[in-house]
């Protein structure tokens, strides 16, 4: 079955720090899809990024990066230079192609909390 | 464009109750799935709908059913609750729900039971 696990359940930084937020994943299919979204205090879910399994390929979009490794089955991301609107609780995401339609397991989520 | 909206913001029920959560997708989009959130379980998947059909459902029990109609709005209903029932309740809409398609979550339902 289908697994994602965020280890820091809360990360504090100072405006300005990078930080990085890990994410670990289990599933048995060979293609699957994983996303960031971010939770505000409004409480909608916010999409950020998302990559498929057959792309390791590192990216960078503006103060947003990650780090796709399938040799590790790790997601992480990284926020540069942080900022207090980027307090949030963020939450690393697995969708399998196996399942018809979309179908997403959630890891427990990072509350990051930025301070000015 | 507006976004996904969910009614009402805030619920408050007795045990043995039931309740009905409504969704209205983004316009277009023809998939709609539905998360509960706590604190103790965290997100979980509670069902998706598509064209009126329901694709995929999560572990829950029977209790917890929905429906989509014609216009793609959705409705979740839970019946008997239980205190455990108490949650956010959060909907999703994306337009054909395929595997990769991000998806657009409303404000969600937050449900008390007491």
């Known amino acids: 079955a289908q697994k994602v696990t965020q280890a820091q359940t809360e990360i504090s930084v100072v405006e300005k720090e990078d930080v990085t937020l890990d994410c670990v994943y289990e599933?048995?299919?060979?293609?699957?899809?994983l996303f960031w979204y971010k939770q505000p205090p409004s409480g909608e879910l916010v999409f950020l990024i998302r990559?498929?399994?057959?792309?390791?390929q590192n990216e960078i979009s503006g103060r947003y990066s990650w780090n796709f490794q399938k040799s590790t089955s790790s997601f992480n991301f990284t926020i540069t230079a942080s900022q207090v609107v980027d307090s949030a609780v963020y939450f690393c995401?697995?969708?399998?192609?196996?399942?018809?339609?979309?179908?997403?397991?959630f890891g427990g989520g990072t509350r990051l909390m930025v301070k000015p | 464009k507006a976004g996904v909206t969910q009614t009402p913001r805030y619920l408050i029920k007795t045990r043995g109750q039931q309740v009905t959560l409504s969704c209205s997708p983004i316009?277009?989009?023809?998939?709609v799935s539905w998360y509960q959130q706590t604190p103790g379980q965290g997100l979980q998947f509670l069902f998706e709908?598509?064209?009126?059909?329901?694709?995929n459902k999560g572990n829950f029990p029977g209790r917890f059913s929905g429906r989509q109609f014609s216009n793609s709005r959705s409705e979740m209903n839970v019946s008997t609750l239980e205190l455990g029932d108490s949650a956010l309740y959060l909907c999703?809409?994306?337009?054909?729900?395929?595997?990769?398609?991000?998806?657009?979550f409303g404000s969600g339902t937050q449900l008390s039971v007491l």
């Open positions: 999703a809409s994306s337009v054909t729900g395929s595997t990769n398609e991000k998806l657009f």
């Open positions: 599933t048995r299919d060979t293609t699957y899809y």
């Open positions: 990559r498929n399994s057959f792309d390791e």
């Open positions: 995401a697995l969708s399998e192609a196996a399942n018809a339609g979309n179908m997403l397991t």
């Open positions: 316009s277009g989009h023809r998939s």
């Open positions: 709908y598509f064209s009126e059909t329901q694709r």
